[in-house]
């Protein structure tokens, strides 16, 4: 009887202990002894976001993570997993529109083909550009497809790349285009607002463009005639208005802001910044070629307008009828040229021909 009574009071000493062992509020008790900065409580203060004491001087430099918050879609999670959350869903949606637009590009080439010019070049040549317009446009141009080519591998890589080159060639690529990206960006901040104050003038909306909008310049149609324009036609204004006036200002400013953490942001800033030019980034590209498209094959003799400067009067005549009536009459800073280098006379005439 006696082995039976301790065997008895044995098992029910063990499975008090147990129980107190198993109850959640005995660990923390016991915790808050053994380990008191690593208990429920503490961490339940750090997710809260009221600021603690700290003795590093900062902004938000109390505040260790930061508070919950929901975004649409998304669970209630701390605002930097929120923010983690949303990058890639935003970066497949964008990927899939750039795809998607260079696939409709290329389809509406090969049903309308190159843009061309109905009559023959007559030989006489226009500057269209000067010097100082094509070294910032292409100064622009070169910063702004470094910095979209090499945001796609960071932005895009993780799901596109790493299946296909493995994550040690991964690794290289995106470290280059990470130090390429935020060198790169203030040389485009540089010239963008260059860029925007040569060209804004000639871009200005008229009462004519309407004109060009009905029938988008004869785009629509195989053997549709380009409609009056003056310099730029209406479509080249909206492409001036989307991409370096809104997008790309849109880019700088947040560049800007992800690459000088020493301005003294918030964590939040940072991150809607970082959102913001994910968005920016993606639209510009897509809409860059557009742009991209109607300067080289979609219209051949507009390339070779930026390259060279100049343009055959024909062309001129066709597809900028105001902006030629104006150099014409010697209304326009732009003039015809007879000093043109034979080179560049061949390339010129050659590129129009190309495009009938």
């Not at 082995?3 to 009071?9: H, L, P």
């Not at 790349?161 to 470290?175: C, E, K, S």
């Not at 070629?289 to 070779?304: E, K, M, N, S, V």
């Amino acid at each position: 009887m006696r082995f039976i009574a301790a065997t008895v009071i044995g098992l029910l000493s063990i499975a008090a202990v147990a129980q107190e062992t198993n109850d959640p509020a005995a660990q923390q008790v016991e915790r808050q002894a053994t380990q008191p900065l690593n208990n429920a409580p503490v961490w339940r203060a750090v997710r809260s976001g009221v600021p603690a004491e700290t003795a590093v001087i900062g902004r938000e430099t109390n505040v260790l993570i930061q508070p919950t918050m929901k975004l649409p879609g998304l669970p209630a999670v701390s605002a930097g997993e929120a923010w983690r959350l949303a990058r890639p869903p935003l970066s497949t949606a964008g990927g899939a529109i750039i795809a998607l637009s260079l696939l409709a590009l290329a389809g509406f080439y090969r049903w309308r083909g190159a843009i061309g010019v109905h009559g023959a070049p007559t030989g006489r040549l226009i500057r269209r550009f000067s010097p100082a317009e094509r070294i910032v446009h292409w100064s622009v141009a070169i910063s702004f497809s470094i910095l979209g080519i090499t945001g796609l591998v960071m932005g895009l890589g993780k799901y596109v790349l790493i299946p296909v080159f493995g994550h040690t060639l991964f690794a290289w690529l995106a470290d280059v285009s990470k130090a390429l990206h935020n060198f790169t960006g203030p040389v485009f901040a540089v010239f963008l607002p260059i860029l925007i104050a040569i060209f804004v003038r000639d871009n200005l909306p008229k009462t004519y463009d309407l004109d060009w909008l009905k029938t988008f310049g004869g785009m629509l149609s195989k053997e549709g005639s380009d409609a009056p324009s003056g310099r730029f036609n209406a479509g080249e204004k909206l492409l001036f208005l989307a991409l370096p006036c809104f997008f790309s200002v849109i880019l700088v400013v947040t560049g800007f802001i992800l690459d000088f953490p020493n301005f003294d942001q918030t964590r939040r800033v940072m991150q809607q910044a970082n959102l913001v030019h994910l968005i920016a980034a993606l639209l510009g590209i897509t809409v860059a070629f557009f742009h991209i498209y109607l300067g080289t094959i979609g219209q051949r003799g507009a390339y070779q307008a930026m390259r060279t400067g100049y343009v055959d009067e024909a062309w001129a005549k066709e597809h900028h009828s105001h902006w030629y009536a104006d150099v014409k009459a010697g209304r326009s800073p732009q003039a015809f040229a007879d000093d043109v280098p034979a080179e560049t006379r061949s390339k010129v005439l050659e590129a129009i021909r190309e495009s009938k």
